[in-house]
């Protein structure tokens, strides 16, 4: 199995509070991902990075931002969460023309 | 934009029977993804491909790139293979397009 690990694997939140979700990969990727994964949606990408500081938005971005400070690491963070942001989110990883590994996922409740 | 279609969108079968999973897209892709997703579990990666077929066990995938289509195939299905399947496309830069999925139901 790829080495992605999600933490944490759950949580549940108050309305306006912040929230960040770590990706880890020991795999030394190029590519990282985050995505929301909601009940008739596919999985919809929220942020990815290319590499070290580098990240970009994807389709369902407000709301969220990224980090990326070192090759291993990819946190997604919620500024001030909200109901609509209850969801399940999962981080994957991959490199150049090689298919996607996925975490766990981490099941967020914004109450 | 990239639209995926998958089809069905729910299947039920019995043991043994030959299973086939269809997806669609719109724009010209670099790759095409099948994944799975067991109940409440994690994704798991089946395939990668940009051309013709790939067969792993009782899996088998295969894409036509002029008609913007690709199928998964499961040969004498078992209740095991009761899971969503994924179809997903790299079409601009490193990104992905999900289409949302098929519950493939097996039963015993």
């Known amino acids: 199995d790829a080495g992605i690990t999600q933490s944490p694997r759950h949580k549940v939140t108050e309305t306006g509070t912040p929230v960040t979700l770590r990706c880890h990969q020991t795999?030394?990727?190029?590519?990282m991902y985050w995505y929301r994964q909601d009940p008739g949606h596919g999985l919809r990408l929220i942020h990815y990075s290319y590499g070290v500081k580098d990240t970009d938005k994807g389709e369902v971005s407000d709301g969220y931002s990224v980090s990326r400070s070192k090759t291993e690491d990819f946190l997604l963070t919620l500024e001030s969460a909200t109901s609509s942001q209850t969801s399940v989110y999962f981080c994957?990883?991959?490199?150049?023309?090689?298919?996607?590994?996925f975490g766990q996922g981490t099941r967020l409740t914004v109450v | 934009k990239n639209e995926v279609e998958q089809s069905p969108q729910n299947l039920t079968a019995q043991e043994g029977e030959f299973i086939t999973i269809n997806c669609s897209y719109s724009v010209g892709i670099s790759a095409l993804h099948w994944l799975q997703q067991h109940p409440g579990g994690g994704i798991v990666s089946l395939f990668m491909l940009s051309s013709g077929k790939k067969k792993h066990g009782r899996l088998i995938a295969t894409i036509n790139i002029q008609e913007k289509h690709s199928s998964l195939h499961i040969t004498a299905s078992h209740p095991r293979d009761s899971a969503v399947y994924i179809c997903?496309?790299?079409?601009?830069?490193?990104?992905?397009?999900f289409g949302t999925g098929t519950r493939l139901t097996i039963i015993p």
């Open positions: 795999e030394n990727h190029r590519y």
């Open positions: 997903a496309v790299r079409w601009r830069g490193e990104k992905l397009t």
């Open positions: 994957a990883i991959r490199e150049v023309n090689t298919e996607a590994f």
